[in-house]
């Protein structure tokens, strides 16, 4: 089930989409799961499930970065349950995929300050859904005892079980965004340029002594390195230089885009300024075949379509028209090295769509492979 106007609407029927307001530029629900639910969903108590912008085809928010790509360690207190406890590994996959497909558009300052946030909004809420989870047997109910506690409901997935209350982001003092709980007739008053001052961040906390390095945290030749997302995750880590497409960190240099002239990642690259008048600018990035491991080919290849956003340039991030999947290789990428081993291409597709291509502008993931093979 997708959000919908108060009421469950099952994926394929038309959902009331979101509107942020003139001068809002970030919108969302904060999702709180009841426990009524089945599967995943049916818990002893209710839990968060997480802060989603509205971004296309959801709703009109933007969708903005992050201002840092460093990751968070361990799981955030709000999450942190007997569930949780029970399995480890379902529950990182879990925190993964919410920053990955939501936190990542919600402009936070880093992926810490997001879930820190989510634990922040949900607190009082989920004490009015635990207060009232035993004697309320249903979602209408316990949604009825957050209305009258003055909280606004956007929709009720009366499936899952899941009550989703709206929300919207201001400009907080260090540039990140923070996220408030408010109707959606108040999104201008509450979070537009005329609303109320966010409150100024607390004072960073000294930083722990560093530790010594072990071999997992290092990058050796020919050993796969700590694992990552971005190649900001390897910054810090003995040896190593990038994040390769493996999804662990690399200590082999990547010729990156600079003033028409080769720069090696780890040495500083010249940001890419798209202009007044451009909400898109990036790289189309080939490999030649001649580098090594998986960028060692027999013959040149495209590697992909990667929008400049900050901190490598000025790019807006700007969500497809359409979350619909792909499905197949693309023609430009389907080759012998793709067929040899089609479960590591489907990943590095994943990968590329899920970093760069979301990020891109296009009606759909199909429709921005599409013009990576055209244009290359």
Same mark, same amino acid.
């Given at each position: ?32 799961? *009841? ?85 922040? &909004? ?26 009258? *506690? ?129 909400? &898109?600018?990036?790289? &189309? ?45 693309? *023609? ?45």
């Amino acid at each position: 089930a997708v959000h919908a106007a108060n009421k469950t609407t099952s994926v394929g029927k038309q959902a009331t989409k979101m509107v942020c307001g003139n001068d809002v530029r970030l919108c969302g629900v904060l999702t709180l799961e *009841s426990g009524l639910g089945s599967g995943y969903y049916k818990h002893k108590s209710p839990s968060v499930h997480g802060l989603w912008p509205q971004v296309p085809p959801y709703g009109d928010s933007d969708c903005l970065s992050p201002l840092s790509s460093s990751d968070m360690s361990g799981v955030p207190s709000c999450y942190d349950n007997d569930e949780s406890k029970a399995d480890p590994s379902h529950e990182m996959e879990f925190l993964d995929h919410e920053w990955s497909k939501h936190g990542k558009c919600a402009g936070a300052a880093s992926e810490k300050s997001y879930f820190d946030q989510i634990c922040s &909004l949900s607190q009082d809420p989920l004490q009015i859904l635990i207060k009232h989870h035993a004697s309320s047997s249903t979602i209408d109910a316990l949604a009825a005892d957050l209305r009258q *506690s003055g909280y606004a409901i956007h929709e009720i997935d009366e499936e899952e079980g899941q009550v989703m209350l709206s929300a919207c982001a201001v400009k907080g003092g260090d540039g990140s965004s923070v996220w408030k709980l408010a109707a959606e007739t108040d999104f201008n008053k509450v979070c537009g340029s005329a609303g109320p001052s966010p409150e100024p961040p607390a004072p960073p906390a000294p930083p722990a002594p560093p530790a010594p390095p072990s071999p997992e945290d290092t990058c050796t030749p020919g050993q796969h390195g700590p694992p990552c997302s971005h190649d900001s995750d390897c910054s810090g880590h003995e040896g190593c230089l990038r994040c390769a497409h493996s999804g662990f960190c690399t200590n082999q240099p990547l010729a990156v885009h600079a003033a028409n002239k080769t720069t090696s990642v780890g040495k500083q690259a010249t940001k890419m300024v798209c202009g007044n008048d451009v909400r &898109l600018c990036g790289v &189309l990035t080939l490999e030649s075949g001649l580098g090594s491991g998986y960028y060692k080919h027999k013959s040149p290849s495209v590697h992909g379509l990667w929008p400049q956003v900050p901190p490598y340039g000025d790019s807006d991030c700007l969500s497809p028209l359409s979350s619909s999947d792909m499905s197949g290789v693309p *023609s430009c990428y389907d080759n012998d090295e793709s067929k040899a081993d089609p479960s590591h291409e489907m990943e590095f597709l994943d990968h590329e769509w899920s970093k760069h291509g979301k990020c891109a502008g296009a009606a759909s993931e199909k429709s921005y492979f599409d013009q990576i093979c055209s244009l290359s």
